[in-house]
């Protein structure tokens, strides 16, 4: 083997180096390697652009920037740069038989990370005849903003990975990779982006297997909930006084990628993420303009429900206890991951979350099972369960429960002494990390890590994990069926078992099946919960974002709706609002008969909101701006929400929002009905009496 070995590759030449592995053989390392062109100035928050050739030979030996971030996982300051498009390339052969290619996503909360050698060294699966590869993709919001415009759909760090693997596939050839076998995986946010890529038309033919570790799309910490709002977020967080997405585009495009990555951070603080259950920016589903290409344009649940996903080997798992979680307010935690906002509903769920996690305790392990579950493995669980219902691919499912020296949960604050695996804690049985270089491992530890590469080399060769009969695989892994749940129990021997969790598990079925509404991400969504007055006359307030009142035969009610910032559901229909109104104002002492008398103290509602959804609400009048300018932007929000016709407008109905140049009860438009039509012993007055009261909050 040559020391300084070159490489040609479509941009140019490439010198690389000779690394020793830890058996003593050498391999071949490629470093710092540009899949596209910088993505800088007016290309911040664009798709990846294409690479431009090079002189001479470009030196391989160093990694390239990270991107820019700030490592709450380890705690380490500001580092990395927006010029960040590189990855590694590591090889045991230049020459000979084209060998399977493993490309590897990594996670940190779609916040941080890279794939630096430091934590992702390549060495114990190179040793088993294949070429790794590690990427650096754009991070937080550099990554994931989304304006929902053609110059900025969002997901540019989900086309980042496509972009590398297009390169991958171009190129691998030239290091001794089989560029028609080539396997992604990723932990954590890696593992929701490589199942969100096995679905995405972009992806096709440059992926024939897939691994997703400890993450999946299903996962709520996979979609961002709504990307306007955490736009506006970011730019006021930096002192941008307009909330035109014009302005802040052009705002941010000018910020300094260090103050940008620090609000990012303040936004996003990893301690606050049990509670809200979210990340700010993160994928997103994506709005279909003319020749701009997209990763995601509908719900993945649908995507894998109906066969989309790539009919490619899929293996997906988890550890044993993901997330330590200390201290949780259940029923908020519930109504953010369930998407549950009437509070007699969160109060069902949480007696029957209780019975079954908390039956003596409710200590570290009860709470941890419980936020494990509804942030990783539930979401794991969904996406195996459809895809065996569909695939005629084999899918594979997992769970790592060894604990021993190389967990990584050892070496970080997060695992609080609970003795069980972790989240991360099997990445120290298939990389070599320097967080671990000064851990004694133990003759078990060295046995499990032989076990995991083994496994994972031999699904990407094969996409049969258990395709050898040894000493260390002495068992059969079989891949789910619509049937059987087959899962494999990783500790300290292999098990095959079937149906993990399943009481757990069960649980979240029945309800997910009763009470869940998919919390999908779509711009300016308040449109979408009054699709059917969309033709209805308005008359503008400055505090009341809607009213709807319906006058039907049986009984006429006002419906309110308010709404705040993470778990406003503005899918549910007409009726299901109606309903959830009807409760909260009986709540409050209101009668609601069919003379609408409506009497609400001061502040209540919001009180009862907050109390039942458990959160600050947004304030109404950031709202209505908010709403006022979606509009003013033009976003088709019927259109993003699947329904292509708006429907006509129902009889006797008024849809109210504020203008604040008009005494409202002065503004009656052509179309509006007269006051003498409206229902009785309420009329235009009392309507404004009603929500300025409401507004003065």
């Given at each position: 083997?040559?020391?300084?070995p070159?490489?040609?590759?479509?941009?140019?030449q490439?010198?690389g180096?000779l690394?020793n592995?830890?058996?003593?053989?050498?391999f071949?390392?490629?470093?710092?390697?540009?899949y596209?062109?910088?993505p800088?100035?007016?290309?911040?928050?664009?798709?990846?652009q294409?690479?431009?050739p090079w002189?001479?030979?470009?030196?391989?030996?160093?990694?390239?920037?990270?991107s820019?971030q700030?490592?709450?996982?380890?705690?380490t300051?500001?580092?990395g740069?927006e010029?960040?498009?590189?990855l590694?390339?590591?090889?045991p052969s230049?020459?000979?038989?084209?060998?399977?290619?493993?490309?590897y996503?990594?996670g940190?909360?779609?916040l941080f990370?890279?794939?630096?050698?430091?934590?992702?060294?390549?060495?114990?699966?190179?040793?088993?005849?294949?070429?790794?590869?590690?990427v650096?993709y754009?991070?937080?919001?550099l990554?994931?903003?989304?304006?929902n415009t053609?110059e900025?759909?969002?997901?540019?760090?989900?086309?980042?990975?496509?972009q590398?693997?297009?390169?991958?596939?171009?190129n691998?050839?030239?290091?001794?990779g089989n560029?028609?076998?080539?396997?992604?995986?990723g932990e954590?946010?890696g593992?929701?982006?490589?199942?969100?890529?096995a679905?995405?038309p972009l992806?096709k033919n440059?992926?024939s297997k897939?691994i997703?570790?400890?993450?999946?799309?299903?996962c709520h910490?996979?979609?961002q909930v709504?990307?306007?709002m955490?736009?506006?977020?970011?730019a006021?967080?930096?002192g941008?006084?307009s909330?035109?997405?014009g302005?802040?585009?052009e705002f941010l495009?000018?910020?300094?990628?260090?103050?940008?990555?620090?609000?990012?951070t303040?936004l996003d603080?990893?301690s606050e993420l049990f509670?809200?259950?979210?990340?700010?920016?993160?994928?997103?589903?994506?709005?279909?303009f003319?020749?701009?290409?997209?990763?995601l344009t509908?719900s993945?649940?649908?995507?894998?429900?109906s066969?989309?996903?790539?009919?490619i080997p899929?293996?997906?798992?988890?550890?044993?206890?993901e997330?330590i979680?200390e201290?949780?307010?259940?029923?908020?935690?519930?109504?953010?991951?369930?998407?549950?906002?009437?509070?007699t509903?969160?109060?069902t769920i949480?007696?029957?979350?209780?019975e079954l996690y908390?039956?003596?305790s409710?200590?570290?392990q009860e709470t941890?099972?419980?936020?494990?579950d509804?942030?990783?493995?539930y979401g794991?669980h969904?996406?195996?369960?459809n895809?065996?219902?569909?695939?005629?691919?084999?899918i594979?499912?997992?769970?790592?429960?060894y604990v021993?020296?190389?967990n990584?949960s050892?070496?970080?604050?997060?695992?609080?002494?609970?003795?069980?695996?972790g989240?991360?804690?099997?990445l120290?049985y298939l990389?070599k990390?320097d967080?671990?270089?000064?851990?004694e491992q133990?003759?078990q530890?060295?046995?499990i890590?032989?076990r995991?590469?083994r496994?994972?080399t031999?699904?990407?060769?094969?996409?049969?994990?258990?395709?050898?009969?040894?000493?260390y695989?002495?068992v059969t892994?079989?891949?789910v069926?619509?049937d059987?749940?087959?899962?494999l129990?990783?500790?300290?021997?292999l098990?095959?078992?079937t149906?993990?969790?399943?009481?757990?598990?069960?649980?979240?079925?029945?309800?997910?099946?009763k009470?869940?509404?998919p919390?999908?991400?779509v711009?300016?969504?308040?449109q979408?919960?009054t699709d059917?007055?969309d033709?209805?006359?308005?008359?503008?307030q400055?505090?009341?974002?809607?009213t709807?009142?319906n006058?039907?035969?049986?009984?006429n009610?006002?419906?309110?709706e308010?709404t705040?910032t993470?778990?406003?559901d503005f899918?549910?229909k007409?009726e299901?609002?109606?309903?959830?109104?009807d409760e909260a104002?009986?709540h409050?002492?209101?009668?609601?008969?069919?003379n609408?008398?409506v009497?609400v103290?001061?502040?209540s509602?919001s009180k009862?909101?907050e109390?039942?959804?458990?959160?600050?609400?947004?304030?109404v009048?950031?709202?209505?701006t908010i709403?006022?300018?979606?509009?003013?932007n033009?976003v088709d929000d019927?259109k993003l929400?699947?329904?292509?016709?708006?429907k006509?407008r129902?009889?006797?109905?008024?849809?109210?929002?504020?203008n604040?140049?008009?005494?409202?009860?002065?503004?009656?438009?052509?179309?509006?009905?007269?006051?003498d039509d409206?229902p009785?012993?309420i009329?235009?007055?009392?309507?404004?009496?009603?929500?300025?009261?409401?507004?003065?909050k």
């Amino acid at each position: 083997m040559v020391d300084t070995p070159i490489v040609r590759v479509e941009h140019g030449q490439l010198q690389g180096k000779l690394v020793n592995g830890p058996s003593g053989k050498g391999f071949y390392s490629f470093q710092g390697i540009p899949y596209a062109a910088p993505p800088l100035g007016s290309l911040r928050f664009k798709a990846p652009q294409p690479l431009q050739p090079w002189e001479g030979v470009r030196d391989a030996t160093a990694e390239g920037n990270v991107s820019a971030q700030i490592d709450q996982l380890l705690g380490t300051p500001y580092t990395g740069d927006e010029n960040c498009l590189f990855l590694n390339v590591y090889t045991p052969s230049l020459d000979g038989e084209f060998l399977p290619v493993m490309v590897y996503v990594h996670g940190g909360a779609f916040l941080f990370g890279s794939g630096n050698s430091s934590f992702l060294g390549p060495d114990y699966l190179i040793e088993k005849d294949v070429v790794v590869v590690t990427v650096n993709y754009r991070c937080g919001a550099l990554g994931f903003l989304s304006l929902n415009t053609p110059e900025v759909p969002g997901n540019a760090g989900l086309k980042d990975v496509i972009q590398a693997l297009r390169w991958v596939k171009q190129n691998i050839k030239n290091f001794g990779g089989n560029s028609g076998n080539i396997t992604l995986f990723g932990e954590s946010a890696g593992g929701a982006i490589t199942s969100i890529l096995a679905a995405s038309p972009l992806s096709k033919n440059l992926i024939s297997k897939a691994i997703a570790q400890s993450g999946t799309a299903l996962c709520h910490l996979s979609l961002q909930v709504d990307p306007i709002m955490n736009a506006k977020k970011l730019a006021k967080e930096l002192g941008c006084e307009s909330t035109e997405l014009g302005d802040i585009l052009e705002f941010l495009l000018t910020t300094p990628v260090k103050d940008i990555v620090e609000a990012n951070t303040k936004l996003d603080p990893v301690s606050e993420l049990f509670q809200k259950g979210l990340i700010t920016f993160a994928p997103v589903i994506e709005t279909e303009f003319p020749g701009v290409e997209a990763v995601l344009t509908e719900s993945y649940l649908d995507i894998v429900t109906s066969g989309k996903v790539a009919k490619i080997p899929i293996m997906v798992g988890t550890t044993t206890l993901e997330c330590i979680g200390e201290k949780v307010d259940v029923p908020l935690f519930l109504a953010n991951q369930v998407n549950v906002t009437n509070p007699t509903d969160v109060k069902t769920i949480e007696a029957k979350v209780k019975e079954l996690y908390f039956k003596n305790s409710e200590g570290l392990q009860e709470t941890s099972a419980l936020v494990s579950d509804l942030l990783i493995n539930y979401g794991a669980h969904r996406l195996v369960t459809n895809l065996a219902k569909v695939s005629d691919q084999p899918i594979f499912y997992y769970k790592f429960d060894y604990v021993g020296e190389m967990n990584l949960s050892n070496t970080l604050p997060m695992s609080l002494g609970v003795k069980h695996a972790g989240h991360l804690d099997e990445l120290g049985y298939l990389f070599k990390i320097d967080l671990l270089k000064d851990v004694e491992q133990t003759p078990q530890d060295l046995t499990i890590r032989e076990r995991m590469v083994r496994l994972w080399t031999n699904f990407a060769k094969s996409g049969n994990p258990t395709s050898e009969d040894n000493y260390y695989l002495a068992v059969t892994w079989k891949p789910v069926t619509k049937d059987n749940l087959y899962y494999l129990n990783i500790n300290n021997e292999l098990s095959v078992g079937t149906n993990p969790d399943k009481d757990r598990m069960d649980l979240w079925d029945d309800i997910y099946a009763k009470y869940y509404k998919p919390r999908e991400q779509v711009v300016n969504q308040i449109q979408a919960a009054t699709d059917v007055v969309d033709s209805t006359p308005v008359i503008v307030q400055e505090t009341v974002i809607q009213t709807i009142v319906n006058n039907e035969p049986a009984e006429n009610k006002i419906i309110v709706e308010e709404t705040k910032t993470n778990l406003a559901d503005f899918e549910k229909k007409v009726e299901e609002i109606k309903s959830a109104m009807d409760e909260a104002l009986a709540h409050n002492g209101t009668e609601v008969t069919n003379n609408v008398q409506v009497e609400v103290k001061e502040n209540s509602l919001s009180k009862l909101i907050e109390n039942s959804e458990g959160e600050e609400i947004r304030s109404v009048r950031e709202i209505v701006t908010i709403y006022k300018e979606s509009h003013s932007n033009g976003v088709d929000d019927h259109k993003l929400n699947g329904n292509a016709d708006k429907k006509p407008r129902p009889s006797n109905e008024i849809k109210m929002v504020q203008n604040s140049n008009t005494d409202p009860k002065d503004v009656i438009r052509a179309n509006d009905p007269p006051e003498d039509d409206l229902p009785k012993n309420i009329g235009v007055n009392k309507f404004v009496n009603f929500f300025e009261s409401l507004g003065k909050k």
